[in-house]
């Protein structure tokens, strides 16, 4: 899989962005310090000041790729469902029992991220823990229905309905497997958030991913009633 990244390109709306910041050095340097920075002080408290500062440069070189923090954390969260909509077709590939789909497709949707892939410049694993933390900020806004129509989340919600087509396949009777899957994906971030910073709302199990385990639960029991 890591060879083929490399040359795979990931849909990301040019809504999000002034100029494509992944076809120059600079744009580069901006997604991966950018990426640093988010992880390492959060969402808030990160500006575009403090970013150029980090790679050396003005304010006004990042304001020719983004014209705001959250056009730059609209571009990461996008590409991030991108990829992973391309890690899940890569998981399924020949995979016949639409059981087995969706136990993989649950699996890649609430574990951990906890390796970087060849091949791409932008360090997954930090991404990851960005989407966990912070991604609901793209979306809780007053402008959410504007940039609905310009298919900004087109990828987010490709990849819930995609595996909520799994659920129809196993009961094609049962009402809500889009409302299902999206509450397995956020349900599962806040899930990850509480085990490392308020663990007494989660439970942990010795020898087992007891996030993945319990949504793994949740699904097949709910759509097998």
Do not use: C
């Amino acid at each position: 899989m890591n060879n083929i990244l490399s040359k795979v390109v990931f849909d990301v709306k040019e809504s999000t962005f002034l100029k494509d910041p992944q076809t120059s050095d600079l744009g580069n340097r901006i997604l991966e310090s950018g990426i640093d920075l988010i992880n390492e002080i959060g969402f808030d408290a990160f500006t575009f000041r403090k970013l150029a500062q980090s790679i050396s440069s003005v304010e006004a070189s990042i304001y020719r790729y983004f014209e705001s923090k959250h056009k730059l954390l609209l571009y990461l969260t996008t590409w991030y469902w991108s990829f992973t909509e391309y890690r899940l077709e890569f998981k399924l590939a020949n995979v016949d029992s639409a059981e087995d789909r969706l136990r993989r497709s649950i699996i890649l949707l609430t574990s951990e991220l906890d390796e970087n892939f060849t091949g791409l410049n932008i360090d997954v694993v930090k991404l990851s823990n960005i989407v966990i933390v912070e991604s609901s900020k793209a979306y809780l806004t007053k402008d959410v229905d504007q940039e609905n129509e310009e298919g900004i989340f087109l990828g987010y919600k490709r990849l819930v309905e995609r595996v909520g087509d799994i659920v129809l396949e196993i009961n094609p009777t049962f009402k809500y497997p889009n409302m299902l899957i999206s509450t397995v994906v956020e349900g599962a971030h806040n899930q990850r958030f509480f085990a490392q910073h308020l663990p007494r709302l989660t439970n942990t199990v010795e020898g087992e991913d007891a996030i993945t385990e319990f949504y793994l639960q949740m699904v097949f029991k709910t759509i097998t009633k």
